[in-house]
């Protein structure tokens, strides 16, 4: 008789009951015990950027699962052990006795890392590993595979190759009940009180335990480091003990993370519970769903009233199962009682939008641990970006960065804290930070923005400040759709550009958004909300803001700005450099980029024409601060007319429908 199966599942980003393919094979053994666990790892609490609304976000998940669990068996819940997975797991195999350890596979790079190592310790012990794709639509490993090995760059890619893979997989029920974490599945204990209490008695002796050897943070590390996701108002108590405080293996709490819970301001709310709620009111609206045209979706006033389905931050914890969502969307399309041809198709309908989700997963999976960054990444175009990341002979990042010019430096901190004086991009930000999630157009307009449109700024540090911020961070969207929006990959068309008053002024809600979230700007009339600095003086005044004083003036010029950036893309596409060429590796590519264009370096070196050492170029250094407001002359506002030339770079609306089509060769000329 083959001995009864003893497993643990461990949860990752799959915080759900419903549509759990992992869970499945799990429940599929049929365990004697199943030991729902989760690895609360210091690495993620203490050497990431996880700001306080994502923690809260992920803890109010893990608190909704639980008592999911809960409600199927009363004698089972989350079980939180705190410490390292690849320390704590083995350590679990042995005291519960373990056959079976299964997982939703991580697609991406650090997480197959992590994977793989704790597989390899399981084997060494006898234990089986099971892992099961279910955060995506469609398997990274396998389209890569159909892809020959290359990343997805485009969605009519994805789409020719999924065509090879068969149908999406209708999504499963949630089991009706669960087996208990037992330890003696055949001793009567039944309470889950008892449980618990067996359980963590099973971890005495271990190293954390109770205080002893507890993970005490480092001392070079700097708890109050934004770098962190924020200030931590005091010293942790999360790992004084493996199974909590209470030894009864419960979630962490924001205090005991040392953040002030007063500062998750999000009215987003974490669980399966409320995805699945979201869920159902979305789909109760045929039309809505048949006719979503991603391109037409609004910011609207607020994260609440936004026109898109702000399902991100569920879909990213797996609190909301993909493919469940697709079927949804697919049925609820059958129902549509309007013209077919009023129905919306790929890419801009909601089922393109999941799909362009998984294309970046795609593209991360084949290009690996550099898709993050510029240097080595052989899909990202090189651009001599202000304020890059700095490597090493070895290729290894320099941290913390070596200061860069003081004019990108100062727009970067501006741009961070809201403060840049154009009021599209500060109230994003300001809701970036408050909310932790900005509609998709706003995201467009903030990464433009630092990077190709006005300030000549890393991709690297927008896609850094998202990740400290948004509470769907995902490590394949979020350098996937800054490479796209800088043009470093998947899109070139560089000359299209957000006028950063006339875009939001086509969007309903936008002044109020504004008004929101930069209350200073409250009586600005709506002719200048998005150019205060234009106002009369007389405006100005009645509207208790002075330019300047009450709200900041503008960082710079946008029309010599938008020309400036524009000049460097041209340079950067006729040039053709991608972040694997040997002169990137070498760290050459910056100098020979600014020599042959004669495009000056803010930080002198004489590389570029009228550049004097050591100096901070006359184009930087003029566009720094306070340009003079234009008052009284023509306005962007509302209801006024535009010249041809603006409109021309506008629309960018449309960009999501559209392929990326390179128009530069690429230069793969390795040396
Ligand atoms: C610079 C930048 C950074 C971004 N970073 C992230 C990120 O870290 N995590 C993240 O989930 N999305 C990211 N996005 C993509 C997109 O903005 C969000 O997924 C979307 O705004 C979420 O809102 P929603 O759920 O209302 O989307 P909807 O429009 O309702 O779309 C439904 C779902 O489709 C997926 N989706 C939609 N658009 C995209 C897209 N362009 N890329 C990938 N998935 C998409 C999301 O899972 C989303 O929840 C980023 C976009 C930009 C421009």
Redesign the pocket.
Known sequence: MTKPARVIYWFRTDLRLHDSPALKRALDLRPASLFPVWCWDPNYVYKHRVGVNRFNFLIQSMNDLSKNLTSLNPSTKLLVVRGEPTELLPELFKRWNITHLVFESDPSAYGRRRDSKVEALAKQVGVQVVKVQGHHLYDPVEVVKKNGGKPVLTMSTLQKVIRELGEIPRPLEPPENLPPPKLDPSSSSEGLEQILGELSESLEGLPHYQGKGAWIPPPELDLNSSELGGPRQKETDCYTSLSGQDRDFSVPTLESLGMDPSQANTPIQGGETQALSRLERIIKDVSYVSK?A?PK?TPGKSSEE?S?????????FGCLS?RR?WWEVEDCKKKFKGKPNEITQTPEN?NG??L??D??ACAEYAVGDVFGQVRGNKICRFMDWYLPNHYDDQGQKIEPRPPGDEVSESRLKAFREGRTGFPWIDCLMRQLVKEG????LG??S??AFLTRGQCWISWER??EI??EY?I???P???P???M??SCSAFFSQYFRLYGLSSFPSKYEGTADLVRKHCPELKKMPDKYIFEPFKAPIEVQRKAGCIVGKDYPSPMLDEKEAKEECMRRCKAAFSKGLYGDNELVLKGKAEAILRKEHGIPDPRGGGEGKGNKKGKITDWAKSNAVQPKPEQGKRSNAPGTKRSKGEEQEEGEEQE?GEEAKPSAKRSRNKK
């Open positions: 979503f991603k979706t936004a898109t389905t702000l399902t991100s931050p569920y879909i990213k993909v969502f909601l939008q999941l362009f989700r294309m970046y999630w900005i509609h998709h995201r467009h903030v990464a927008g896609a998202f990740d948004l769907d961070w995902d394949c969207s979020n996937g759709n800054w796209w929006l999501e």
